[in-house]
């Protein structure tokens, strides 16, 4: 069996010209680790540009 590991990271939209961030965040599943505190765009399958805030969890899954 295969053995990988489950990330769950709170995330926020933020705004690229002036910093705001949205005021709810959603939590997401990713298999590949992320920075805490990273800006990423087109995250989680839709477009824009979301903030990394936590790392919830990060478990090991067999497959």
């Not at 965040?25 to 298999?31: A, D, E, N, P, Q």
């Not at 992320?34 to 990394?52: I, N, Q, T």
């Amino acid at each position: 069996m295969e053995t990988l590991k489950e990330y769950r990271y709170k995330i926020v939209r933020e705004d690229l010209l002036t910093g705001e961030q949205a005021k709810r965040g959603r939590v997401i599943l990713r298999w590949e680790p992320l920075d805490v505190g990273g800006l990423y765009m087109h995250l989680y399958g839709k477009s824009g540009a979301y903030r990394v805030l936590a790392c919830i969890s990060e478990e090991e899954v067999e497959l």
